[in-house]
């Protein structure tokens, strides 16, 4: 057994041991970059300077700080990058100050801190540190910029320009916003009387696999961010590749490609352009965007891994289990599974093999596709994009929008066709038990997971009729829907028919479908059609009641009052228009209506013509045909 005071040596240091010159500090390549913000270096600078001026000069404490003994000389930082790499900043900072340099200028020998194998980050940080003085004039803009958003954009670029150069810009002014008159005596107190917890894994003696080091990372960490699935798995690969570097690099570019890719999505998002050919500002842009992450990309994955592995349909509840495993829980059992350590019996079926860091490549390419198909409209129908949105957004199984539409290309990525007859399908799905429950229900996810999923995964790529034999299946859990479960269906009639506006999710879709049919009914050019389906996802709409709720205009009879909170007195409208209108009468309120771009409202201006009995009748009749019930 291994002694674990020679495994781990924990030692109280101050700022100024641990920046002595015996120490190089590493910042191996799995560690995420240097993401300190304005708020993290303000926050840190104002804690500094009023411990600094208690009268009792009382000692500080900055956390633990944990590193892994690379070599005799090196010391890997597993935890504590973000603060040692403020902290030499502040160095820089306060060097430049009217003081003595003397105690500082050995401390800057920490120029040996190294980005090992990121050549993008290393070469930013030697030129932070060959010119810290160098400050371009758009930054000292960020202090005066009076439009957030402008400012948010204007740091963003600096932040991936020279994040380094940006923070000793910041830090500048937290310390000038101090008025420290004394930086001879306030840097003796940051390097003396200010201290960490240096834990120092691997020991005197012992040397410290990676693995072990991250475990007691996310066991003792008490300050800074803890390690998302996303870093782990990285780490994990780079143990799983045996450190070969070249393929870990791979691993890293894929990762920063995805970051880069979002922020682009993100911006093409924040651009949509209205017929007035007017930009559209970032607060009325809706929540429905499509950016990815990592995260989602790793959930993929995991499913394509199991489906691989476990596709005897005896073992389903292996299967399910594994399937509704978070991400961090079914790697951490994977990788341990692999890698010869202790496993859980549902993972002996994974082979040292399983994995191949070509298909997380594979996975982001899709991801990448089917967000240029959704938002420059490419190889995409208006129907398509419309179920896609349904998809993603309003049905109670939303969240598997983000993985079933690229699970199916991944593998049928040629086949156009077939994809978009399935994002019909499995659309159509989701919306009847949406309507019909009030929660996911398990023979759903049952069905993705036993049927879907496996079959996409273990079938032959672009093999049209393994395509089509899935959506077949989809179809034919419809049918039996109606046929062999029709008291469910019976269910789903009377939420149509009943106070839906109490039900959330049931409302949202049953008013989306009726927009939908409404612009159908109005044009069938594609270009018009995704338009004005974008308009409907991309801007804030509310359910407006046509006769309110609380309109004091005449008495409401009891079956009036009934009437209300049903969908014949329910559409969807502009939020701008609904909040201007609010609790008028229903003239009022139908001159208003007047102002909407969605043809569902100049609809309703003619349905209002109609009895309550026969508007209710008519929606109902719609939404039912259109979900095929």
């Known amino acids: 057994m291994k002694n674990l005071k020679s495994y781990i040596d924990p030692s109280l240091v101050s700022i100024g041991e641990l920046f002595e010159e015996k120490k190089t500090y590493v910042i191996p390549i799995y560690q995420r970059n240097y993401a300190w913000t304005k708020e993290n270096i303000d926050t840190l600078i104002e804690s ?28 890997q930082i597993v935890d504590g990058q973000q603060r040692i790499t403020t902290l030499l900043i502040l160095l820089y900072q306060i060097q430049r100050k009217k003081f003595s340099k003397k105690l500082i200028n050995e401390l800057l020998k920490i120029k040996s801190i190294e980005r090992k194998e990121i050549k993008n980050e290393q070469d930013k ?12 004039e ?58 960490v917890v240096e834990i120092l894994l691997g020991g005197k003696s012992d040397e410290m696999k990676l693995n072990e080091a991250i475990e007691i990372f996310n066991s003792i960490n008490t300050t800074g961010k803890p390690l998302e699935t996303k870093d782990i798995f990285k780490i ?26 979002d922020v682009k999505i993100a911006k093409k998002e924040n651009e949509i352009i209205d017929e007035d050919g007017n930009k559209t500002e970032f607060s009325q842009i809706n929540f429905i965007t499509e950016e990815f992450s990592m995260d989602d990309i790793l959930r ?22 594994l399937f509704r495993m978070s991400n961090s829980r079914f790697y951490d059992f994977l990788f341990k599974a692999i890698l010869n350590k202790v496993a859980d019996v549902k993972f002996n079926k994974f082979n040292k093999d399983c994995i191949n860091y070509k298909e997380l490549i594979e996975i982001f390419d899709i991801y990448k596709l089917i967000a240029d198909r959704i938002l420059n409209l490419k190889d995409i129908s208006a129907e398509a994009y419309f179920n896609y949105k349904m998809l993603k957004a309003y049905t109670r199984y939303s969240w598997m929008y983000n993985f079933l539409p690229v699970l199916y290309l991944w593998k049928f990525e040629n086949l156009n066709k077939e994809f978009e007859q399935f994002i019909a399908n499995i659309t159509n799905l989701f919306e009847v038990y949406s309507i019909v429950y009030s929660q996911v229900v398990n023979s759903v996810k049952n069905f993705v997971e036993d049927e879907i999923i496996t079959k996409i995964v273990n079938s032959s790529k672009n093999n049209i009729k393994s395509a089509r034999k899935i959506n077949k299946s989809i179809e034919d859990k419809i049918l039996e829907l109606k046929e062999k479960e029709s008291w469910r269906i019976q269910r789903g009639n009377e939420i149509l028919n009943g106070k839906i506006a109490e039900k959330r999710t049931p409302v949202n879709i049953a008013c989306l479908i009726l927009a939908k049919i409404a612009e159908d009914d109005k044009t069938s050019d594609k270009k018009i059609l995704i338009k004005n389906y974008r308009r409907l996802f991309s801007r804030k709409f509310d359910i407006e009641h046509i006769y309110a709720k609380q309109n004091k205009e005449k008495e409401l009879s009891e079956e009036e009052v009934e009437n209300l909170d049903r969908l014949g007195n329910l559409m969807i409208l502009e939020y701008s228009i609904n909040r201007k209108i609010r609790n008028k009468s229903v003239n009022e309120k139908l001159e208003g209506y007047k102002k909407s771009r969605f043809a569902v409202v100049s609809k309703e201006l003619e349905l209002y013509k109609m009895s309550f009995d026969s508007r209710q009748d008519k929606k109902v009749s719609e939404v039912k045909k259109y979900l095929k019930i």
Not at 308 to 319: A, C, G, L, P
Request: no cysteine; net charge neutral.
């Open 300 to 321: 993929v994955y995991k499913y394509i891994l199991i489906s691989k592995m476990i596709n005897e349909n005896k073992e389903n509840n292996y299967k399910r289990e």
């Open 125 to 136: 940080f030697q030129d932070f540190l060959e010119r810290p003085e160098y400050m371009p």
């Open 138 to 195: 758009e930054i000292r803009e960020l202090e005066i910029s009076k439009r957030k958003q402008a400012k948010n954009k204007k740091e963003q670029e600096f932040r991936n320009e020279n994040i380094y150069r940006l923070n000793y810009y910041y830090i500048k002014k937290a310390l000038e916003r101090e008025n420290i008159k004394d930086f001879d005596d306030f840097a003796n107190y940051l390097l003396g009387n200010v201290y």
């Open 48 to 75: 500094l300077v009023k411990k600094y001026r208690d009268e009792n000069k009382n000692y500080m404490f900055l956390g633990n700080m944990e590193f892994l003994k690379e070599n005799n000389k090196n010391l």
């Open 236 to 261: 994990r690969m780079y143990e799983y590749y045996n450190n070969d570097e070249k393929i870990f690099n791979f691993i890293n570019e894929l990762y920063d490609n995805i970051e880069n890719e």
